[in-house]
């Protein structure tokens, strides 16, 4: 992964990228977390409706179909916005614990997510006894839990000293 | 300068010092502050996107407003301590920085966006409450609302980007830098630290991005 990161460095795009770093790098940044906001919001909402918590004069479909496509398209900025600040600052983010496990945690996280929101529009009647079990509520506090916990990390990402020797970046110094 | 006197006190109280001492209590305070302002905006975001008439449209007003605000309010009441914590552990530099001082501005506009509904449009809901879209008065709030807030956000990340050592800021007159670095600095940051701050973590350093 460090030569890796060092041959991205090296390309012509990551140059662009980083000559415009003093507003590229807070800008997308600012966006990324705009992007985490959406998904955050819209998550809570579903959360809450099927927990029963809020939203309860809305069918849970009317609440999938009103949030659902905020929480896909705004993780398909997260991608984008991702990628950018990886090709502009590939050491940072590739050369990094954080960054790292923050990946496994938004895999397992889109997947639920994705599972749950492609899922259960397509076969309402068949998800309808599962989405009032317990288990089914659980799973949804699960993944808002995870991704409560892809913010912290994404937020570590620039800390990643707290790690100790768990961390690549403090084996460089 | 009298201000700086008390932001000189406030950096030396106990948990100042324990927030600047310790390598994980500015991270995981950062942490939470960003999941709080998350659910603020994103939150807030469905309320204004009901107030235009974007999304939502179906549902009652007050409503949506009920079921959301309460997240809204309790993740704000989050959001403002864990920025206070913050604030503690480097007052001065935060006090003197330009982007602080405008995100606090347009906090103060949010609060009064809020008001100015909450007299207008927000006293006459039960009118539009089923209505697909607020009256105008409630529409530009939205506006208002979304922009101020996406503006938060992108004043709050570059706060962080001016607020480390290295970083050449305008020093302020009145203000010893010298007495935040409390001694010779440890080098790294081009031996300009005019504008940085009281790190005491370990080296190296990173910036506070």
Same mark, same amino acid.
């Given at each position: ?28 940044q600012?966006i ?55 090709i ?50 659980s ?15 994404g ?19 | ?5 008390f932001?000189?006190s406030v950096?030396a109280?106990?948990f ?97 966006? @809020? ?6 449009? %927000?006293? +006459? ?5 089923? *209505? =697909?879209?607020? &009256? ?15 503006? @938060? ?6 706060? %962080?980007? +001016? ?5 050449? *800021? =305008?020093?302020? &007159? ?7 670095l409390?001694?010779?600095?440890s ?13 005491t ?9």
């Amino acid at each position: 992964m460090n030569s890796f990161a060092q041959w991205l460095t090296k390309t012509s795009l990551s140059h662009t990228f980083r000559v415009q770093e003093s507003w590229l790098v807070p800008g997308v940044q600012s966006i990324h977390i705009i992007g985490i906001a959406v998904i955050m919001g819209s998550l809570l909402m579903i959360a809450l409706r099927v927990l029963g918590w809020a939203g309860t004069d809305q069918t849970l479909r009317q609440t999938t179909d009103r949030f659902g496509p905020w929480v896909m398209w705004a993780l398909a900025l997260q991608l984008v916005t991702g990628i950018v600040m990886i090709i502009t600052e590939p050491a940072r983010e590739l050369v990094n614990f954080s960054f790292w496990t923050k990946m496994v945690f938004v895999a397992i996280g889109t997947t639920l997510a994705g599972i749950f929101l492609i899922g259960f529009p397509k076969h309402e009647q068949r998800w309808e006894a599962l989405v009032k079990s317990r288990t089914f509520k659980s799973m949804v506090i699960v993944t808002f839990v995870l991704f409560l916990c892809i913010i912290v990390l994404g937020r570590l990402i620039a800390y990643d000293h707290i790690w100790g020797s768990w961390s690549p970046a403090t084996q460089e110094y | 300068m009298p201000i700086d006197t008390f932001l000189k006190s406030v950096e030396a109280t106990k948990f100042a010092t324990a927030i600047r001492d310790s390598i994980w209590m500015f991270p995981i305070i950062e942490s939470i502050h960003v999941i709080c302002f998350t659910i603020v905006v994103g939150t807030i975001a469905v309320v204004d996107l009901r107030l235009l008439g974007l999304a939502s449209t179906q549902r009652s007003f007050r409503r949506i407003s009920s079921d959301v605000m309460k997240w809204t309010w309790g993740a704000f009441i989050l959001a403002v301590a864990t920025g206070l914590m913050m604030f503690s552990n480097n007052a001065r530099v935060y006090y003197h920085n330009p982007f602080f001082r405008t995100k606090m501005i347009l906090l103060v506009l949010a609060g009064v966006n @809020v008001a100015v509904f909450e007299l207008t449009a %927000g006293r +006459t809901s039960s009118s539009w409450d089923k *209505a =697909p879209s607020a &009256p105008r008065i409630g529409k530009v709030v939205g506006v208002l609302s979304l922009a101020i807030w996406i503006s @938060v956000i992108f004043m709050g990340r570059l706060i %962080g980007f +001016t607020t480390h050592p290295g970083t050449v *800021a =305008p020093p302020t &007159p009145g203000v010893n830098y010298e007495d935040f670095l409390g001694g010779p600095s440890s080098g790294g940051s081009n031996g300009n630290t005019s504008g940085g701050g009281t790190t005491t973590t370990p080296t190296p350093t990173p910036p506070n991005q």
